[in-house]
């Protein structure tokens, strides 16, 4: 749970439920809490989601990096984070043993609204589903506030019929987040950087192209890529790292990614989602 800046009483509370927070899926989707919550937060994010296509707000590294993981993988449908648990006792039968006391308001007495980090919509071979996922430090394991919270959260999913559990930095590969992060922001930033839908097409097939002719690194392949057509220094790259993010080039994501290094093995793998061919690297 995030630490608390803002004051709460029951008109704060009726006033995010008016706003449509914990509403919503994809890209209608409005949190619970946001950043603007809690200004004096540390290391927060505002990541522009690959399947939601709406901002995201992060407010640990933890949570950051299993979110670049969930942006990864294909059957990930949907991402809702900081999702409400507001009818947590009416879904809760057995509570006795609880003490909801701890998460209670000590000026207005108003009991604040736990929320599970991410809900997640799955939609695989075996149709679509639902986990629930608090994000916690190791060190969070131990307090007495953080295991009420989560025996609340473990038994609210447990009455709704769905897969809960916890994550902690223990359990997230940081080197397979970090490569994530490395390409995420590619997939959209073509229209920043002034190209268009068709651009960033030519650019990756004519990219593509150069992969399979040459035999040397993804260093020298970027760096001729900008001096033959004559594109802005760093293209190359970015285009790289979109092919990456379209995962029309293959690369091992649990190695780090380092372009001096990486000398190209060409393998033709298939057809893309993005209607061309796929490449593995090594």
């Not at 695989?124 to 996922?133: E, I, L, M």
């Amino acid at each position: 749970m995030a630490k608390r800046k803002l004051k709460w009483n029951e008109d704060k509370r009726q006033e995010f439920i008016e706003q449509g927070r914990g509403n919503g899926i994809g890209a209608d989707y409005k949190p619970w809490l946001n950043i603007q919550d809690f200004p004096s937060m540390g290391r927060v994010s505002r990541v522009f989601g690959w399947k939601t296509r709406r901002i995201h707000h992060l407010f640990t590294d933890i949570q950051t990096r299993y979110f670049y993981l969930l942006e990864w993988e294909d059957s990930v449908q949907d991402i809702r984070e900081h999702f409400p648990l507001l009818d947590v006792d009416e879904v809760i039968k057995r509570k006795d043993d609880l003490d909801f006391a701890l998460f209670t308001d000590r000026e207005s007495k108003t009991p604040y609204v736990i929320s599970t980090t991410f809900l997640i919509t799955i939609k695989d071979s075996n149709g679509v589903r639902y986990f629930a996922r608090s994000i916690k430090a190791q060190s969070e394991l131990e307090r007495n506030k953080s295991l009420q919270k989560m025996e609340i959260e473990r038994r609210y999913w447990e009455a709704k019929g769905i897969d809960w559990g916890i994550v902690t930095q223990k359990d997230i590969p940081i080197v397979m987040a970090r490569n994530i992060e490395w390409v995420h922001s590619s997939l959209f930033d073509y229209k920043e950087r002034g190209f268009s839908g068709k651009d960033i097409q030519f650019m990756s097939n004519t990219l593509i192209d150069m992969i399979v002719r040459k035999n040397t690194t993804v260093k020298e392949i970027i760096s001729d890529f900008d001096k033959v057509y004559n594109y802005g220094a760093g293209t190359g790259l970015y285009v790289f790292k979109y092919l990456i993010a379209t995962k029309r080039i293959e690369v091992d994501m649990t190695k780090e990614i380092n372009i001096n290094n990486l000398v190209i093995s060409y393998k033709e793998k298939g057809t893309s989602k993005e209607g061309g061919g796929i490449i593995a690297i090594s």
